[in-house]
């Protein structure tokens, strides 16, 4: 069965600092998908990255990084250089492939609050 | 920029009342979702929707649920009898992805559903 564990509730941190946010994921699958998505006080829920699990190369985007894992079931999101417009919730999800609309698995998500 | 709308945005119920929660997914996707997330709890998988059946549902998605794409554009989300714990904030989703498993969710601004 597929499981995401995001154990961080809530992070608070200062402006500029730089904070990760640890994802850990539970699949019998060889194939599967990971994501992270973001979720502003506004509500909506923003796709950020998606990666395969044949692909462990870090990725960075901007002030954003990603280090993916297979040897420790761990897909953790950087944020580098924090600033206020950060402040959301992250969810990290799983997809097996199952069929052709295979359901994503969310995590509890991580509330993160950059402080001015 | 594409978008998935739904609508209404804020539904208030008495229990026992249907409700019907409608979404216009982005117009060349093919594959559909409905989540809901609970106030400040986890986003929820409920089902997916390809080639006019359910691919997945969920252990929530019993008999009281259905969903269907009447008109080739509308995606729709009916719960027969609603309960005080269907209060959520229901999301619908779309995707154009090919390839089982990888798919990229765009996801509409969301439906409250408040049941009294």
């Known amino acids: 069965a597929q499981k995401v564990t995001q154990a961080q509730t809530e992070i608070s941190v200062v402006e500029k600092e730089d904070v990760t946010l640890d994802c850990v994921y539970e699949?019998?699958?060889?194939?599967?998908?990971l994501f992270w998505y973001k979720q502003p006080p506004s509500g909506e829920l923003v796709f950020l990255i998606r990666?395969?699990?044949?692909?462990?190369q870090n990725e960075i985007s901007g002030r954003y990084s990603w280090n993916f894992q297979k040897s420790t079931s761990s897909f953790n999101f950087t944020i580098t250089a924090s600033q206020v417009v950060d402040s959301a919730v992250y969810f990290c999800?799983?997809?097996?492939?199952?069929?052709?609309?295979?359901?994503?698995?969310f995590g509890s998500g991580t509330r993160l609050s950059i402080r001015p | 920029e594409p978008e998935v709308t739904q609508t209404p945005s804020h539904q208030v119920t008495q229990m026992g009342q249907e409700v019907i929660l409608r979404c216009v997914p982005i117009?060349?996707?093919?594959?559909f979702y409905w989540y809901r997330q609970i106030l400040g709890q986890k986003v929820e998988f409920l089902v997916s929707?390809?080639?006019?059946?359910?691919?997945?549902k969920s252990e929530i998605f019993d008999d009281q649920f259905s969903v269907e794409r009447p008109d080739g554009s509308n995606f729709t989300l009916k719960i027969r009898s609603t309960k005080l714990e269907d209060s959520a904030m229901y999301f619908c989703?779309?995707?154009?992805?090919?390839?089982?498993?990888?798919?990229?969710?765009?996801f509409g601004a969301g439906s409250r559903l408040t049941v009294l």
């Open positions: 989703a779309s995707s154009d992805t090919t390839v089982a498993g990888a798919n990229v969710l765009t």
């Open positions: 699949t019998r699958d060889t194939t599967y998908y």
């Open positions: 990666r395969n699990s044949f692909d462990e």
């Open positions: 999800a799983l997809s097996e492939r199952r069929s052709s609309a295979s359901k994503i698995i």
């Open positions: 117009s060349n996707h093919l594959y």
């Open positions: 929707f390809y080639n006019n059946e359910i691919s997945e």
